[in-house]
């Protein structure tokens, strides 16, 4: 089993930043990569970024050249680096274990989430 925990969300005025954290722990080795999900109220749940074991990235049109996913293999961590954030941001992140090929396969490894709220 894949134990993932986000933390990083909060309350931030259009405009401002946040950085997003998820740890993983236990058989992460089965999974080549990791994505971030956002699900707003009453809507599904969309990738917003996925990132490979070797670095490669892919992004949502709506938050290319504003969000920015890394990770740091040696704390088995991924983040999310949300800039110019927009009241359409606001949702609950999740953190996903899954593969990346063409495109991103998501696993049933979820984290809990991390509410991320935009102001006007």
């Known amino acids: 089993q894949v134990q993932l925990g986000e933390a990083g969300g909060g309350l931030v005025q259009a405009g401002g930043s946040l950085r997003l954290s998820c740890a993983a722990s236990g058989r992460t080795l089965r999974f080549n990569a990791e994505g971030w999900y956002g699900q707003a109220p009453g809507k599904q749940r969309e990738l917003v970024a996925a990132i490979s074991s070797l670095r490669r990235t892919i992004y949502a049109d709506p938050v290319k050249g504003r969000f920015t996913i890394s990770r740091d293999n040696a704390k088995n961590t991924v983040y999310l680096q949300m800039n110019s954030l927009k009241p359409e941001d606001t949702a609950v992140y999740y953190c996903?274990?899954?593969?990346?090929?063409?495109?991103?396969?998501?696993?049933?490894?979820w984290g809990q989430g991390t509410q991320v709220t935009v102001s006007s």
């Open positions: 996903n274990t899954g593969t990346l090929t063409s495109g991103y396969i998501p696993s049933r490894n």
